[in-house]
Antibody, heavy 122, light 108 residues
Framework: EVQLVESGGGLVQPGRSLRLSCAAS????????MHWVRQAPGKGLDWVSD????????GYADSVKGRFTISRDNAKNSLYLQMNSLRAEDTALYYCAKDALLGVTTYYFDSWGQGTLVTVSS | EIVLTQSPGTLSLSPGERATLSCRASQSVRNNYLAWYQQKPGQAPRLLIYGASSRATGIPDRFSGSGSGTDFTLTISRLEPEDFAVYYC??????????FGQGTKVEI
């Protein structure tokens, strides 16, 4: 069974940094692209960032480009999101999501974690 | 960037009834790369449909997807109590990665 467990969220002041982690199990992590998707309180879903299976291709939403950095450690079955220069509008539940197809990045997601809440406020 | 507009915003129905949810794209979705997700309160989204009409693993056959180009539909043939949730469409065919619609809430 696929399991994705996010951690690292919390309350942080504007301008500060936070690092999210996602621990994966139940599948061959190094065969799949991975994504971060966020959901502001009471709002819809927004794709944030993706990383290919071998970290060779990385993408970001315009809203986070230059501030967020995605990475992965296939030896540890882990995905990360380094978030710098945080803003109030980054407040959201951040989901780790597994790409649906092996070896390629399709941008649709067949497994999701339960999310970790990031609150940016002074 | 493709914008997805879902309608209606809220659908009020009873168990056993048929639900029809619409997702309209501002431009044609390449290869009909359109997915549907279900999200219940306090839970993560769950993939229901991909490629506009293919059911994901373990999804009951009362859920079906149809459409092409710019107009897509998710149909729930007979609503079960556990189907009351928010449904999102997502296109994944354009260079803007995975953009989502704003959601349709199916309520009792």
């Amino acid at each position: 069974e696929v399991q994705l467990v996010e951690s690292g969220g919390g309350l942080v002041q504007p301008g500060r940094s936070l690092r999210l982690s996602c621990a994966a199990s139940g599948f061959s992590f190094d065969d799949y692209a991975m994504h971060w998707v966020r959901q502001a309180p009471g709002k819809g879903l927004d794709w944030v960032s993706d990383i290919s299976w071998n970290s060779g291709n990385i993408g970001y939403a315009d809203s986070v480009k230059g501030r967020f950095t995605i990475s992965r450690d296939n030896a540890k079955n882990s995905l990360y999101l380094q978030m710098n220069s945080l803003r109030a509008e980054d407040t959201a539940l951040y989901y780790c999501a597994k790409d649906a197809l092996l070896g390629v990045t399709t941008y649709y997601f067949d497994s999701w974690g339960q999310g970790t809440l990031v609150t940016v406020s002074s | 960037e493709i914008v997805l507009t879902q309608s209606p915003g809220t659908l009020s129905l009873s168990p056993g009834e048929r639900a029809t949810l619409s997702c309209r794209a501002s431009q044609s979705v390449r290869n009909n790369y359109l997915a549907w997700y279900q999200q219940k309160p306090g839970q993560a989204p769950r993939l229901l449909i991909y490629g506009a009409s293919s059911r994901a693993t373990g999804i009951p056959d009362r859920f079906s997807g149809s459409g092409s180009g710019t107009d897509f539909t998710l149909t729930i043939s007979r609503l079960e109590p556990e189907d009351f949730a928010v449904y999102y469409c997502q296109q994944y065919g354009s260079s803007a990665r995975g953009t989502f619609g704003q959601g349709t809430k199916v309520e009792i």
